[in-house]
């Protein structure tokens, strides 16, 4: 026991109380890991003859415990010190409180766990619970209704007209029927007709401003409840209420296997998460979000196969974010009701949880703020690359990968870095710019291309020395050719324009001979295998012969090699090690037991 009232012994309570009643303050307050429960903070002392053994909240913690249910207040933890007496329950809110603000789908859906939660404990625990009303409802975060208020709780043996009388100044006025004094023996044959006659005035209630245009079958629903008002043995149990029209259609379904799913066979899981998708497209995706986004999200869902397959890749994948997938929530609505779930889930250190949620998590990570990113996701992501699964840290490294374009390289994997790497991409060239440049060095091409055709002339060729040339008209021999005389360089000054050219010409080797390459016509472009850098090979010459080169003595040694020390050898490796791994899980909580 002191073990686990430990874990509250540091609660921080909201200023602000969420409701004052005549046993008990309702409070919000945070635990040490940072989940938001309701506590109940009571005297240990009520005057009052029904309360001399225990008090008002002491009953209701007493039945808490002892009576589980899906549509019943979860109970956390109870304690006393000093003289008051503390219940911590999950964080809900009265329903007095949030009721304008439920459509009729919502109260539908909330009537409907109440009626649940009455025939538990008519048929299965055979006890009434006495005081049906609204302050005894409290609602989720994910907008269910939960019966509270089980202080008036007794079994079906105990329920006696004396009972009744002692406890009717406490109860909600309107919900007993007057004539609750004169039942005698009809009290014992019909024991839950207390309960339906008070349902009967909660349903008025929570209906007053509802139309019946707003929901199938309001109005037929409203007569059956006008029989609860009837005559105590001609009520109908409530058990019968369940199959009358107005709860029965897709939405109610739906919320109905998805609370009760661990009851349920393989065969019957199977064939609803196949056809759950299209159900769920029909609705108004806020009410879906609001009112199923917890229960789409629990663990007996994400660990199921056929829900891997059909619903989860369009559960986790907001409609903006794929062009391939057609998500079922738009964006707003995903990051309003199904981001703050996830965050809660990616702190679980579940394998298989952790996995399911990285494989889609490109499909959702730009829902996540970037505070939300760095200072929430990305510790819970460290500490996944330690694990010893090697697919849990491949699959935890490609989502580092893929938040570094967000986040930034040294939010996440921190250290120091350098540019180790050059930009080796050419610039790129505009096509106007690169057509400009070929103009204009066309155009140089053109003004600096010497005019040689027409100032070049053969030289006169002059007399041999020592005789003269032969003129014979015979045909020639082999040996004529060694009377040709070579060509003379041309004796006139050449013409203006070539000297222009060569003012500005340093290197005369440069030129290209007359004699080796035909003359070139105006205005051609040079070949750019001519204007290629060509490598010139340089050739040594060896003057004088050494003697003594074979006796030069030769000394060799090993190639040197390096040895890391443990030091040098760990800083070559990614350091992405985390020190101390908190063990303490967030999440579903004690949801999961």
């Known amino acids: ?108 859906v909330g009537l409907h766990s109440v009626l649940k939660a009455l025939c538990f404990l008519h048929d299965n625990a055979g006890v009434s619970h006495n005081n049906i009303c609204v302050s005894s409802i409290y609602v989720t975060k994910d907008g269910d209704w939960h019966l509270g208020g089980m202080e008036y709780l007794c079994k079906f043996s105990d329920l006696t007209e004396s009972y009744l009388s002692k406890t009717r100044r406490y109860r909600y006025d309107k919900a007993i029927d007057g004539n609750e004094s004169k039942y005698g023996k009809q009290l014992s044959e019909n024991p839950s007709g207390i309960d339906s006659y008070a349902f009967g005035v909660l349903v008025k209630e929570v209906l007053l401003n509802r139309s019946d245009e707003d929901i199938l079958w309001l109005a037929s629903f409203r007569e059956c409840i006008a029989q609860l008002e009837g005559p105590i043995l001609s009520r109908p149990k409530i058990l019968t209420l369940l199959d009358h029209k107005f709860f029965v259609h897709d939405f109610i379904m739906v919320h109905s296997v998805l609370t009760e799913l661990p009851l349920k066979a393989d065969d019957e899981k199977m064939n609803f998460f196949s056809s759950l998708l299209g159900k769920l497209k029909t609705f108004d995706e806020v009410i879906v979000a609001s009112q199923l986004g917890g229960l789409l999200l629990s663990r007996m869902v994400l660990l199921d196969k056929t829900a891997q397959h059909h619903l989860l890749p369009y559960l986790l994948c907001p409609q903006e974010e794929s062009e391939t997938l057609d998500g079922l929530f738009s964006t707003e609505t995903f990051k309003r ?92 060239h505009t096509t106007d710019k690169y057509v400009q440049r070929s103009k204009r060095e066309f155009r140089k091409s053109q003004t600096f291309e010497p005019d040689i055709s027409t100032n070049l002339e053969l030289p006169e060729r ?34 203006s324009t070539v000297n222009e050219i060569d003012s500005g010409i340093h290197d005369d080797n440069n030129l290209p001979s007359i004699t080796d390459e035909p003359l070139s016509k105006k205005g051609e472009i040079p070949d750019v295998l001519h204007l290629d850098i060509k490598s010139q090979t340089s050739f040594s010459k060896q003057d004088d012969i050494d003697y003594f080169q074979d006796m030069e003595p030769v000394i060799q040694t090993s190639k040197p090699y390096y040895i890391l020390t443990s030091d040098e050898s760990n800083d070559r490796k990614l350091n992405l090690g985390v020190a101390a791994i908190d063990q303490q899980e967030e999440g579903w909580g004690t949801e999961w037991d």
């Open 1 to 108: 026991m002191g073990n686990e009232n430990s874990q509250f012994s540091n609660l921080e309570f909201e200023e602000k109380a969420v409701q004052v009643s005549d046993f008990w303050i309702h409070r919000l307050a945070t635990l040490n890991c940072g989940s938001l429960v309701s506590v109940f903070v009571g005297e240990s002392i009520i005057n009052g003859s029904l309360w001399s053994a225990q008090t008002p909240l002491e009953k209701s913690t007493k039945n808490l415990k002892l009576y589980r249910h899906p549509c019943i207040l979860r109970y956390i933890s109870s304690w006393q010190q000093s003289s008051t007496f503390y219940l911590v329950v999950e964080d809900v809110k009265p329903l007095s409180l949030v009721l304008s603000t439920q459509n009729t789908t919502q109260i539908c």
């Open 337 to 428: 009701y199904i981001i703050p779930k996830l965050l809660q889930i990616l702190c679980v250190r579940d394998a298989q949880i952790r996995l399911l949620l990285l494989e889609h998590f490109h499909n959702y990570m730009n829902c996540f703020s970037k505070d939300e990113l760095q200072f929430h996701i990305l510790p819970e992501l460290l500490v996944g690359i330690k694990d010893t699964n090697d697919h849990l840290v491949a699959m935890t490294l490609r989502v580092l990968a893929d938040i570094v374009p967000i986040l930034g390289a040294v939010a996440v994997i921190g250290g120091k870095r350098a540019k180790l790497f050059n930009d080796g991409i050419p610039i790129p």
């Open 462 to 495: 002059p007399s041999p020395d020592g005789e003269e040339n032969e003129t014979s008209n015979e045909p020639t021999t082999e040996d004529d050719l060694d009377n040709w005389d070579d060509w003379d360089v041309n004796v006139e000054p050449p013409s």
